[in-house]
Each structure stands twice: as structure tokens, then as C-alpha cells.
């Protein structure tokens, strides 16, 4: 079973960068849709961006420009690079298969991102 596992996040002021990463051990990872989903306090998840299995990316259109996906297939990772961060960006942020395609794994602990000056 493959289990996410969340890293990256930070507390950075408006208009500052971070990147995030997420291991997904298992032999099957490569197979998969990944996105990066967040959840804000008081909000729903959303999915952010996602990353098909060859490459082909898309984003929820307040991250385009800013927010890069991308991944390791020989690490089983998948990162999230993050420009130009806005205080509306703090979330708590989490990795998983595209639930739009395919079933998800086992959801991690998310790592915090909190954006504030």
C-alpha cells in the first residue's frame, strides 16, 4: 500500500517560495496520476495541480504562474514549487493519486503552509 509522506512547508512571508515534497513509496507509484490537494482552516480540500503519470501537468487556476509541479518516478516523489506565495495559499497541504482519474491511497499528515507577514 502506498502511504505519502508530506515535507516541505514553512511559514514565509508574501511572496516567498517554498517547495514541497512527497514521497509515495511502492512499486506502483509510477503508474499513477499524483496531484497536491490543500486544505484551508474552515474550508474543504481542493486539488491544486496534478501531474499525470507521463508528465502532463494542470492547475487550479489561483496557482497558475506560481506553482510548478513535478516528479521522480525512480524516487517515487512528486514536489510542488512554489512562487509568489499569497496569505490565501496557507493551507494545510497533502499529496495523493488524482482522485479525479483513480482511487487515492491512504492520506498522509500534510504539511503545514502558513503565509504571513
Not at 36 to 46: I, L, N, S, T
Not at 53 to 75: C, H, L, M, Q
Amino acid at each position: 500500500q502506498v502511504q505519502p509522506v508530506e515535507s516541505g512547508g514553512g511559514l514565509v512571508r508574501p511572496g516567498g517560495s517554498l517547495r514541497l515534497s512527497c514521497e509515495a513509496s511502492g512499486s506502483i507509484f509510477s503508474a499513477y496520476a499524483m496531484a497536491w490537494y490543500r486544505r484551508a482552516r474552515g474550508k474543504g480540500r481542493e486539488l491544486v495541480t496534478a501531474i499525470t503519470s507521463g508528465g502532463t501537468t494542470k492547475y487550479e487556476d489561483s496557482v497558475k504562474g506560481r506553482f510548478t509541479i513535478s516528479r521522480d518516478n525512480a524516487k517515487s516523489t512528486v514536489y510542488l514549487a512554489m512562487n509568489d506565495l499569497e496569505p490565501e495559499d496557507t493551507a494545510v497541504y497533502y499529496c495523493n493519486a488524482d482522485e479525479r482519474v483513480g482511487p487515492t491511497f491512504r492520506w498522509g499528515q500534510g504539511t503545514q503552509v502558513t503565509v504571513s507577514s
